[in-house]
């Protein structure tokens, strides 16, 4: 099984069309979950830290159940800056971050 | 705003030869890191760096590979005698704190071809 594991897509999505990403992980001992966000060829950028009780920033919400490995998140109101890819990413208790493969996203006007 | 810078931004090398990649990280983080991405796959770790020593690094960060902070500033990642394998696009990061607050602030990467 694949530490983190993420749909690739693509989703197409329309202008204003929300969105929902998810993501598994396989191991327990999980501490920290993130996602990040990489445009084409372009370095990975911090989106926001995922937390139990959930979050949101702005148009952007994130979930976390730690009883099934789960992470997601929700793009509300898509806009066209929005398309990129997408990625799941956890760190246990170690120096270092695991990626997921990523989502892609295209949002079409 | 500060910003993680790397050289060079794309090198084309020769099967064996050795290659040095280059990183100036944020001038006041503790934590370096250098990652690698193969064209159309997942970002993966190779190795991390804390108090002027290695930290970690995973199966991938073999004999061949090593890192250097040669003074304050500089971060590099050498590649004694490169593959085809290691044509990748490679991340240097840096953070102010460990993993656990997931802040990592990347530079551009360097795109390595191995002919």
């Known amino acids: 099984r694949k530490e983190v594991e993420q749909d690739p897509g693509p989703f197409n999505v329309p202008e204003g069309a929300t969105v929902a990403f998810n993501c598994t992980y396989s191991n327990s001992a999980s501490q920290s979950f993130f996602w990040y966000r990489q445009d084409c060829r372009k370095e990975p950028k911090l989106l926001m830290s995922v937390y139990s009780s959930g979050n949101e920033d702005g148009r952007f919400t994130a979930q976390l159940n730690r009883a099934s490995q789960y992470i997601s998140l929700l793009i509300r109101d898509s806009k066209l800056s929005d398309s990129a890819t997408y990625l799941c990413?956890?760190?246990?208790?170690?120096?270092?971050?695991?990626f997921g493969t990523g989502t892609r996203l295209q949002v079409f006007p | 705003e500060p910003e993680v810078t790397q050289t060079p931004s794309h090198q084309v090398t020769q099967m064996g030869q050795e290659v040095i990649l280059r990183c100036v990280p944020i001038s006041n983080h503790l934590y370096f890191y250098w990652y690698r991405q193969i064209l159309g796959q997942k970002v993966e770790f190779l190795v991390s760096f804390y108090n002027n020593e290695i930290s970690e690094k995973s199966e991938i960060f073999d004999d061949q590979f090593s890192v250097e902070r040669p003074d304050g500033s500089n971060f590099t990642l050498k590649i004694r005698s490169t593959k085809l394998e290691d044509s990748a696009m490679y991340f240097c990061a840096s953070s102010p704190l460990d993993t656990n607050t997931g802040e990592l602030f990347f530079g551009e990467g360097s795109r390595l071809t191995v002919l």
């Open positions: 990413v956890v760190s246990t208790n170690t120096d270092k971050l695991i």
